[in-house]
């Protein structure tokens, strides 16, 4: 029996193996923490029922109807109405810059014309660029109206509770009015194939240089680290535009997704969005020891990258916490400008506040990759 098989020798390789994990503890942590950070997203930060969306009110009357409707709104938990309109301009605006998903408005003489019968109309234009957060919350103010104008009213207007609604609710999904699912993930997944390809292959670069032996060739040439890294990462920004070409092509022809903005601004933003990830793939070579761990540090980024940004689940339904680290993530904002190009036809001006951060992200992730590269180097 010992000669085909061996308690004591399966022992040893156990303990071999054992010994080998703890010796490499880059792929040991990186093993441990996957699973750990899968089920802190999944338990904590994904919500497909997302409440405390932003939204705002254009009120043109005081009422106490329409007050006890807008405090109803508010308990109801899916509307944070933290800060009403000035006019149907300034909410438009917001809409636009994406400051409110919902902007609820009366219509004149609200109150009399209620009072008379005459079923005034209650108007909620929402961001239908993502479908399932408005879904939910389109249903909580349909839920809210029928309870506040038809059960709870007043003693002497209790005449307008039989019938029909006393009110007429019209709900104008903009930007995507059928609410088709494919408006909202197609051009999102530019972001996304973007940080998924470029990470991981530029992360293999550095390391597949060092265990093939060839970074000793670029250590006695003449070019300087940065002269390297951007001789490595500049085919890769041609690349990333190739990609992003094609998926608009198929976006466009295949999909029917609509491109209301301007394909030049689209392409301007790109620029930064690729070389962030570029220079966080680089990072990642520079501090791997092999392919394996550079391949599980750019999965390590692009898991919270991918469920934080608001790509797959509706962004304002996650915690207050997860919402902070999305906010750190490159991908969130490129979806963003991605989304508000394509679907509203956003300009500069209304992109601008979602480019910075992927600016400085890439500053600082070009920043820590010329410093791990130059360390590398010695």
């Known amino acids: 029996m010992n000669r085909f098989f061996s308690i004591s020798r399966l022992w040893a390789m156990m303990i071999k193996e054992f010994i080998q994990m703890r010796r490499d503890r880059m792929t040991f942590a990186i093993i441990l923490g996957i699973p750990v950070l899968q089920l802190i997203l999944f338990g904590y930060a994904i919500n497909t029922n997302p409440k405390h969306l932003p939204a705002t009110v254009v009120i043109q009357e005081k009422s106490p109807l329409i007050s006890e409707f807008v405090a109803r709104l508010q308990a109801s938990r899916y509307f944070e109405l933290s800060q009403p309109a000035h ?51 389109s249903s909580a103010f349909d839920a809210v109206a029928s309870e506040v104008f038809s059960d709870d009213l007043p003693g002497s207007l209790s005449y307008l509770k039989p019938g029909e609604n006393p009110v007429q609710l019209i709900i104008h999904n903009r930007y995507n009015p059928e609410l088709y699912s494919q408006y909202n993930i197609v051009p999102g997944l530019i972001g996304v194939i973007l940080t998924m390809t470029l990470v991981i292959v530029t992360s293999q670069a550095l390391t597949r240089e060092r265990e093939r032996g060839t970074m000793e060739h670029l250590l006695v040439t003449p070019v300087r680290p940065l002269e390297v890294m951007l001789g490595k990462i500049l085919p890769y920004v041609i690349l990333g535009y190739a990609q992003v070409l094609l998926v608009l092509v198929f976006a466009y022809f295949l999909f029917d997704v609509p491109v209301r903005g301007s394909v030049g601004l689209l392409l301007l933003c790109v620029l930064p969005f690729v070389i962030a990830n570029l220079a966080v793939g680089m990072m990642f070579s520079s501090v791997a020891r092999n392919q394996l761990q550079a391949m599980q540090m750019a999965f390590f980024f ?77």
């Open 87 to 137: 006019s149907l301009q300034q909410a438009q605006r917001w809409l636009d810059e994406g400051r409110v998903m919902f902007v609820i408005r009366f219509e004149k003489d609200f109150s009399k014309k209620l009072i008379k019968g005459q079923r005034p109309k209650i108007l909620m234009t929402t961001d239908a660029t993502d479908p399932v957060a408005v879904s939910y919350a």
């Open 302 to 378: 692009f898991l919270p990258s991918l469920l934080l940004s608001g790509f797959m689940f509706p962004f304002r339904g996650m915690p207050e916490w997860a919402q902070m680290l999305g906010e750190v993530l490159p991908l969130t904002h490129f979806v963003r400008i991605v989304r508000g190009i394509m679907l509203k036809g956003n300009t500069l001006p209304l992109v601008w506040p979602e480019i910075w951060p992927i600016l400085l992200f890439m500053l600082v992730a070009l920043f820590f990759a010329l410093l791990r590269y130059r360390r590398t180097l010695d």
